[in-house]
């Protein structure tokens, strides 16, 4: 996974201060800038929802193949649906 040239480096942290709560539908879109809290490429431009809190992570669960799978990520790689 590789950034474009014009967007490389760290992203603003206003992203960081996002809180979810539970319920919250949220995409996954993995910043490979940031390698710690990464969620497997599998789980790249998924839809979820956030089950829970765990440390500064949040569990994301993700219909895969008609199955629930639940994802842990941190917040610099989900984002808020905007639809």
């Not at 014009?6 to 390698?35: C, F, N, S, W």
């Not at 710690?36 to 089950?51: A, C, D, L, N, Y």
């Amino acid at each position: 996974m590789r950034k474009k040239l014009k967007q490389r480096g760290l992203r603003p942290l206003g992203y960081l201060l996002i809180e979810y709560k539970t319920g919250d539908q949220v995409t996954i879109i993995i910043d490979p800038a940031m390698h710690s809290g990464m969620p497997f490429k599998r789980f790249q431009g998924s839809r979820g929802e956030i089950i829970e809190k765990r440390g500064r992570a949040y569990v994301v669960k993700v219909m895969e193949g008609g199955k629930a799978k639940s994802v842990i990520a941190r917040p610099e790689h989900i984002q808020p649906v905007s639809e």
